[in-house]
């Protein structure tokens, strides 16, 4: 909205003129404005105050920027704006007092109490109370930057952090991609020789899991009606290979369909059945994909034909990759488990926020 210049300029005129009038309404409170005479007089002076005010406060800033007085600790920094105040506040009575003078604004009570207590003495009272608004006024400058710091520390961190986030996805994603086409790649080159006429099909299925592998590092999330078309893709490509030894069958929430996942996810657990499952079964097993909504949240469900083996399901790159984009993505809103079922079947379900 304004610049750190216009900000700055702003405050002084608020500050300042708040001051201007407080005393004026103790002026007026107190009967000062009883003939014309006294009004000029206090209008006269209240000016010279906040022009003073404004001036000297103004060259107590430059001379913090100039030498970085906001650098320090806290420790020196309070010593510093204290010393500076009394510095401050010690110019600013002088000049006060020659304005005064200059310009006789001094009342007779006034000049009776000078020549009563020494000139001196007042001028140490006079400056007292110069040395509180320059206190206040360094102390809100303090504050000031200090909550603009802090604000922007927080910002430059959660940039950061949202730049680390991005790195650790586009790393993720990029171990991905080769992982995936090289098992596609796999179940696709045994029908070059032995029917070309559905390799060609197999190639076009490739053709669709290489442009959504590519897509998957340009966007976070994908609708699983989009997913599932890979998926099914990719298991028709597995099917060439298992032939009647893997069966599918799915189970799909007609509401979840234009949901936002994680784009390769379910893929990957339909990969790891069929890899740790399926492929290990001599007489192969069924893969079961389900997702439903439930307590505001998506569940996506995979099970297998086959027995879950710790050392290998728990260390995979693909679980691991799950679970480290899932922390990323949803940190403390998603779940993530792979268990047994039953002793013929695996289960991996997901749990992301609908």
Request: aromatic share 12%; net charge neutral; with cysteine.
């Amino acid at each position: 909205m304004f610049s750190g210049r216009q900000r700055y300029w702003w405050f002084q005129m608020i500050g300042w003129g708040g001051l201007f009038l407080i005393h004026l309404f103790f002026a007026w409170f107190y009967g000062k404005f009883d003939t014309p005479e006294d009004r000029i007089l206090f209008f006269t002076r209240a000016l010279s105050f906040v022009v003073i005010g404004v001036i000297l406060t103004h060259l107590m800033r430059m001379f913090i920027l100039r030498l970085h007085l906001l650098g320090h600790n806290w420790g020196l920094q309070l010593l510093n704006f204290i010393l500076l105040s009394i510095i401050t506040a010690s110019i600013c009575s002088i000049i006060e007092q020659q304005v005064y003078k200059q310009f006789e604004l001094f009342t007779q009570r006034e000049i009776d109490v000078l020549k009563r207590r020494g000139i001196w003495l007042v001028s140490f009272n006079n400056m007292i109370s110069w040395f509180i608004y320059m206190f206040i006024w360094n102390a809100i400058y303090i504050i000031y930057h200090y909550t603009r710091d802090y604000q922007q520390q927080q910002i430059d961190t959660l940039q950061l952090k949202s730049l680390v986030r991005e790195l650790e996805l586009k790393t993720i994603k990029s171990n991905i991609n080769p992982h995936f086409i090289f098992n596609a790649l796999n179940s696709i080159r045994a029908l070059v020789d032995e029917n070309p006429g559905r390799a060609r099909e197999a190639i076009t299925e490739l053709s669709n899991i290489l442009r959504s592998s590519i897509t998957m590092h340009k966007t976070e999330s994908v609708t699983l009606k989009n997913e599932l078309a890979i998926i099914e893709d990719y298991l028709a490509l597995e099917q060439v290979r298992f032939e009647d030894r893997l069966a599918v069958s799915y189970d799909i929430d007609s509401n979840t369909l234009e949901k936002q996942i994680p784009p390769m996810m379910l893929q990957m657990l339909v990969e790891n059945a069929i890899k740790h499952g399926i492929s290990r079964e001599v007489q192969g097993g069924l893969v079961y994909i389900a997702a439903r909504l439930s307590n505001n949240l998506i569940e996506l469900c995979v099970q297998n034909t086959g027995k879950l083996t710790a050392e290998k399901e728990d260390t995979g790159f693909g679980l691991n990759s799950i679970r480290d984009r899932l922390k990323l993505l949803y940190p403390g809103r998603s779940g993530f488990e792979i268990r047994q079922l039953n002793p013929e079947t695996v289960e991996a379900k997901i749990e992301l926020p609908a």
